[in-house]
Structure formats: structure tokens, C-alpha cells
């Protein structure tokens, strides 16, 4: 399947649901991350290596490659160097797929408390700075060779606030498909961090798993890289004429 075709079969796929308030079916949801497994990043012209070098020739904890945009949905390449994060935060009103490409590390996410009607209701909210939202927390998942391909998804309920943790000694990195795509309006990325459950703001648990999040602004220390797919491909010829370079000049000592 060309690159183009794979593209507008998701877009198709996206496209059966309301854009305002995002409700895809389960058997939507199971076509696109069927059409998923075809999304690979050397359809972009980049390879999981290359995506690994370049993470790792950066200085931002997060690389971040536009690689496609339409109104139905939007393909990002996530890179994370050792040891960093992308921390917790969520994409309101949006589906997510989210398909390991390279690397190790982990994954948490969390899910809205359905048992908590008050806040299960995100229809009509948009959530600000300071405010709680009650859920469950999920386990960890942890991502390494054997998940390489695996694809996570989310929905606007269902595990959308989520951490990738990359492992010590490996970046980790991903294509994020996103549907639709952020609006700077509702759909807007948010970061969140989980309260101590001992802080008198927890909401009242129904269940053991049940957690309290408070809506932050950017976390200090975090940095991120934003790029289009042609300034990733200069960046990656650069980084190799440096490497060749670099090789030329070993050479030349022996
Ligand atoms: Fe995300």
C-alpha cells in the first residue's frame, strides 16, 4: 500500500465520525488500527534508526516530526531521549493511535472514572488550569523490542491522559496518529500531574485504582523539538556529512 492510499484510508475511516464531539465506533476504531499496521516511518522516508539518531543528537527531551496534516487527522513522529518524558497530559476530544516504532521505556495512562458522573461529562467542559478530574489509573506498559509495531489507542474517554517514560539507556519513539487533529481551541494539548493521595483536594475514590489529576501548565525543564518532515530529513543528511566527517578524520590519524 503506497503511502497516499494508506493516508486517505484512515482519513475515510476518521472521516465516519463528527469532528465536534468525537465519537468513532468500536469497529472504526479496529479498522484504523488495522490500516495501522501498514504506517510505517520509511513510507516518510525516515527510517526507526534514523529516528533514534536523530533523538539522540538533540538536546530536548522531545523530537516531534509533523510527517502528515489534514482536517480529519494528523501523523506525528514522537521521539524521547533516555531517561526523559513526555509528561502526563491529555488530547481532549481527540482518538489517538499511538504505534511503537523504536526503543524502550513505558507507558501510563489514565482513564476517566465513569463511576463518577460529575466528572465523566467532557462534552461540554473545557478544563483549565487547577482543575481535578477523577480517574482510574491504568498499569504500566512496558515497551521494548517485543512491542515494536504495537499500537495504543485512546479515545476521549478512555485512557486519554497518558506518560511515555523512555528507558536509561534508549530513546523511544512512536508515530502518533491523532484524530482530528489539535484546533488550538478545545482540542488543545493540556498537561496534568497526579495528586498525592494524601492532598486534601482527592476526590473521593470509588475504587482503589482511582486517582485525582490537577491541570498544570507547560512542566518546567520540558523541552520539546518541533519540526516538518523536510527539515527532519536536512537535519538527518546534516547529522550523517558530520558523521562522515568525523569518520574521515579518525581515519586520517591512523
Ligand atoms: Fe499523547
Redo the contacts with the bound molecule.
Keep these: 500500500m503506497t503511502r497516499d492510499f494508506l493516508i486517505k484510508r484512515i482519513a475515510e475511516a476518521a472521516r465516519k465520525k463528527s469532528v465536534s464531539v468525537s465519537s468513532l465506533s468500536e469497529s472504526e476504531v479496529g479498522d484504523i488500527g488495522v490500516l495501522l499496521k501498514d504506517l510505517r516511518l520509511e513510507l516518510f522516508g525516515i527510517s526507526p534508526d534514523q529516528l533514534k539518531n536523530l533523538v539522540n543528537s538533540v538536546e530536548e527531551d522531545v523530537t516531534r516530526i509533523e510527517l502528515f496534516e489534514s482536517k480529519e487527522i494528523s501523523i506525528i513522529a514522537f521521539g524521547v531521549k533516555p531517561g526523559r518524558a ?1 509528561p502526563l ?3 481532549p476530544y481527540m482518538y ?1 493511535f ?1 504505534k511503537h516504532v523504536m526503543g524502550s521505556g513505558n507507558v501510563q495512562s489514565y482513564t476517566f472514572d465513569s463511576k463518577d458522573d460529575a466528572y465523566n461529562i467532557i462534552d461540554d467542559r473545557i478544563f483549565y488550569a487547577g482543575d481535578l478530574v477523577h480517574v482510574i489509573k491504568r498499569p504500566v506498559t512496558t515497551i521494548g523490542r517485543a512491542t515494536v509495531d504495537k499500537v495504543f489507542n485512546f479515545d476521549p474517554k478512555i485512557d486519554n491522559f ?1 506518560t ?1 517514560v523512555a528507558s536509561e539507556n534508549e530513546p523511544v519513539g512512536f508515530i ?1 496518529v491523532l484524530i482530528p487533529p489539535y484546533d488550538g481551541n478545545v482540542r488543545k ?1 493540556s498537561f496534568w500531574r497526579e495528586l498525592l493521595q494524601s492532598d486534601e483536594r482527592v476526590l473521593e475514590p470509588s475504587l482503589a485504582e482511582c486517582r485525582t489529576l490537577e491541570q498544570i501548565g507547560i512542566p518546567e525543564n520540558f523541552t520539546r523539538l518541533h519540526m516538518g518532515r523536510a527539515a527532519a530529513i536536512k537535519r538527518l543528511e546534516d547529522l550523517n556529512i558530520t558523521r562522515n566527517n568525523q569518520t574521515t578524520k579518525v581515519n586520517q590519524n591512523y
Excluded: E, P, S
Design positions: 513526555i497530559h491529555n488530547h489517538g499511538m497518558h511515555v502518533d494539548l
